[in-house]
């Protein structure tokens, strides 16, 4: 059974500052990879997700990750944090399921956004 | 377009309440999900629809818990007798019929059991 391991409960950084979130899966397989965010009183938002390929993945709003599969990792970047990125975010691992997969999450990090 | 709808968005409900909660997924997406996410703690899946057929239920956490999605659009969730460890949020989600395309999630309903 997969599981993914995000060690940060909180995370505080400075406006302007870079940010890594860090994420850890493990899963049999070739993993596929998300990364959400979710904002108070809102839906899960995706940002990003890795199936294959280039190993570097580019999402919304500034963020991209890396898929290091020799640390079976899948951090989190962003090189300089605006304060309306504060949110929780969730790294997922997905098994194929008929014509979707299933996404196993974290269970989040917190990020905390000081002016 | 509109995106994933739920209600209701809050419900309250004694102990050994039937509750129900509705899912409208965006148009034309074949895939729906149910997912349980309790405080502090990530989204956790409880089943999955492709069309009105349920492939997979095995998150759901007991026999109290019933999904069903009859027209392969609107999906209802349905918790029996509920109890105290029901208090969560329900998430749903749809994508449309390639494993690749993404998951939208709706806003949630916020289920606490007194």
């Known amino acids: 059974a997969q599981s993914v391991t995000q060690p940060d409960i909180h995370i505080t950084v400075s406006e302007g500052a870079s940010l890594e979130l860090r994420c850890n899966y493990s899963y049999g397989a070739t993993p596929y990879l998300f990364w959400y965010v979710q904002s108070p009183g809102q839906g899960l938002q995706l940002l990003l997700k890795y199936f294959s390929g280039d190993t570097l993945v580019q999402g919304i709003k500034g963020f991209e990750a890396e898929f290091k599969r020799s640390q079976s990792s899948f951090n989190l970047r962003k090189p300089s944090v605006h304060w309306s990125d504060a949110a929780e975010y969730f790294c997922?691992?997905?098994?194929?399921?008929?014509?979707?997969?299933?996404?196993?999450f974290g269970r989040g990090t917190s990020l905390i956004v000081h002016p | 377009g509109a995106g994933v709808s739920q209600s209701p968005r809050y419900k309250v409900a004694k102990r050994g309440q039937d509750v129900a909660l509705r899912c409208d997924p965006i148009?034309?997406?074949?895939?729906l999900f149910w997912y349980q996410q309790a405080l502090g703690q990530g989204p956790e899946f409880l089943t999955y629809?492709?069309?009105?057929?349920?492939?997979?239920k095995s998150g759901l956490p007991s026999d109290r818990f019933f999904a069903e999605r009859p027209e392969g659009s609107v999906s209802t969730l349905k918790i029996q007798r509920t109890q105290q460890e029901d208090s969560a949020v329900y998430l749903c989600a749809s994508s449309g019929g390639d494993f690749r395309e993404t998951q939208y999630f709706g806003p949630g309903t916020r289920l606490l059991v007194l």
């Open positions: 629809f492709q069309n009105e057929a349920q492939l997979d």
């Open positions: 997922a691992v997905g098994a194929q399921a008929g014509g979707s997969y299933i996404p196993t």
């Open positions: 148009s034309g997406h074949v895939s």
